[in-house]
Nanobody, 127 residues
């Protein structure tokens, strides 16, 4: 059974950096899509970045140049390095796995395309 646990969130001033981590267990896919989503109060959950087993990455336009997604342990670990944080980045950040040997495709996909989710880690950015 796949379980995902996020960590690394916290409160930081604008312009600072954070590194979010997600550890996965019960994960044995050879082909996969991993992603980070975020959801701010009153807003829809949105994809920010994804990566597949080939290392192909995809980013939302709003975070390109500041966010970097990476993986380790054959997909057992997922990371999101955030530079130059902005107040607009404040949100609950979730990691997710699409599951069932499914790749990401050619672009970011909506939350409905992901089967397994962590419970989130809060990022709060003050100005």
């Amino acid at each position: 059974q796949v379980q995902l646990v996020e960590s690394g969130g916290g409160s930081v001033q604008a312009g600072g950096s954070l590194r979010l981590s997600c550890t996965a267990s019960g994960y044995t896919y050879s082909s996969y899509c991993l992603a980070w989503f975020r959801q701010a109060p009153g807003k829809e959950r949105e994809g920010v970045a994804s990566i597949d087993n080939n290392g192909h990455t995809y980013y939302a336009d709003s975070v390109k140049g500041r966010f970097t997604i990476s993986q380790g342990n054959a997909g057992g670990s997922l990371y999101l390095h955030i530079d130059r944080l902005e107040p607009e980045d404040t949100a609950m950040y979730y990691c997710a796995v699409r599951g069932d040997h499914m790749l990401c495709g050619s672009t970011l996909r909506s939350p409905i395309n992901y089967r397994y989710w962590g419970q989130g880690t809060q990022v709060t950015v003050s100005s």
